[in-house]
């Protein structure tokens, strides 16, 4: 895999793609919640994301055939 993704993503072993995204309280991460949920409709993706009032994590799992790199650039532009 590339590593040309935004420096906010982990490419953990056994876990995958792993990205914190900081927020400003529960209220922007239900927002960009929802920006993920479209994004990962559209790839077919189901991520496992936790919210707190400080934090969104985003898990992709291990990436086998490139599918969750390209959702990850999708949500590098999507969440900045």
Same mark, same amino acid.
């Given at each position: 895999?590339?590593?040309?993704? &935004? ?5 953990? &072993?056994?876990?995958?793609? /792993? *990205? ?7 209220? !922007?991460? /239900? !927002?960009? #919640? /929802?920006?993920? =949920? =479209? =994004?990962? !409709?559209?790839?077919?993706? $189901?991520? $496992?994301?936790?919210?707190?009032? $400080? $934090? ?10 490139? *599918? ?6 999708? #949500? &590098?532009?999507? #969440?900045?």
């Amino acid at each position: 895999m590339e590593n040309d993704l &935004d420096v906010s993503w982990s490419d953990i &072993d056994g876990v995958g793609l /792993v *990205r914190v995204e900081p927020i400003f309280g529960f209220h !922007e991460g /239900v !927002e960009k #919640l /929802v920006l993920i =949920a =479209a =994004a990962a !409709e559209e790839f077919g993706i $189901e991520p $496992e994301v936790t919210l707190n009032s $400080e $934090e969104l994590t985003i898990t992709l799992g291990e990436d086998t055939d490139g *599918r969750y790199h390209k959702f990850a650039h999708k #949500l &590098d532009i999507l #969440l900045g």
